[in-house]
């Protein structure tokens, strides 16, 4: 089993959409997780971290991790055209981090 | 505010050519990575500098070589370039290791190897 799964899409949803995005993960020592958003042609952005479990909401975008079942999800209310990226799971212990493949999002005008 | 600068953004070479990626961070951050991504592979870490002074070997460094020049500058080498290090790198730094504070990327290096 891989240390973090991450379906790579695409997934295309129309504007105004809720979106979900997930991510799966082996190792429990993991301690800190974070979500990267990636533009065509650019670099990862680094969009939203937590510590542990729980729920942390910036604007329009949610991260949610939930240690018990290795899972965590970013959720995009009122989703934009601007939204359509690559988005990463990462997350990261002591001496490592460990990014996702990346799941393509597409948001249709 | 530059952030992290990579040049080149694009170079195209021949298999057993040499060429240095160039990586610059003005943030005062003490680590620095490169990484390639490929599609279906994500991105894999060849090597970082956890500090000045300081590099290791991350997951994929066969057919690299870096230096850490001072706290700003990471580059990495490629010694003979194969078709296989056709990709595209990105150079990060982060304030200090792997914590939350996460990285801050750089736009990318185009490479392919002909």
């Known amino acids: 089993q891989k240390e973090v799964e991450q379906d790579p899409g695409p997934l295309s949803v129309p504007e105004g959409a809720i979106v979900s995005l997930n991510c799966t993960y082996s190792n429990s020592a993991f301690q800190y997780f974070m979500w990267y958003r990636q533009y065509s042609r650019k670099g990862p952005e680094l969009l939203m971290y937590?510590?542990?479990?729980g729920n942390k909401e910036d604007g329009r975008f949610t991260a949610q991790v939930d240690k018990s079942s290795k899972y965590i999800s970013l959720f995009i209310r009122d989703s934009q055209p601007s939204d359509s990226a690559t988005y990463l799971c990462a997350m990261s212990e002591d001496d490592k981090i460990i990014f996702g493949k990346g799941t393509r999002l597409h948001i249709l005008p | 505010n530059a952030g992290v600068t990579q040049t080149p953004k694009f170079q195209v070479l021949k298999t057993g050519q040499s060429m240095t990626l160039q990586c610059a961070q003005d943030?005062?951050?003490?680590?620095m990575y490169w990484y390639r991504q490929d599609p279906g592979m994500g991105l894999r870490l060849i090597y970082y500098?956890?500090?000045?002074?300081?590099?290791d070997k991350g997951e994929v460094p066969n057919g690299y070589n870096v230096s850490r020049l001072n706290k700003r500058e990471f580059s990495l080498r490629l010694e003979s370039a194969a078709p296989s290090q056709t990709s595209v790198y990105f150079c990060?730094?982060?304030?200090?290791?792997?914590?939350?504070?996460?990285?801050?990327f750089g736009s990318g290096t185009r490479l392919t190897v002909v």
């Open positions: 500098s956890a500090s000045e002074g300081t590099t």
């Open positions: 990060a730094s982060s304030p200090q290791g792997w914590g939350a504070e996460g990285y801050t």
């Open positions: 943030m005062n951050h003490n680590s």
């Open positions: 937590t510590y542990s479990s």
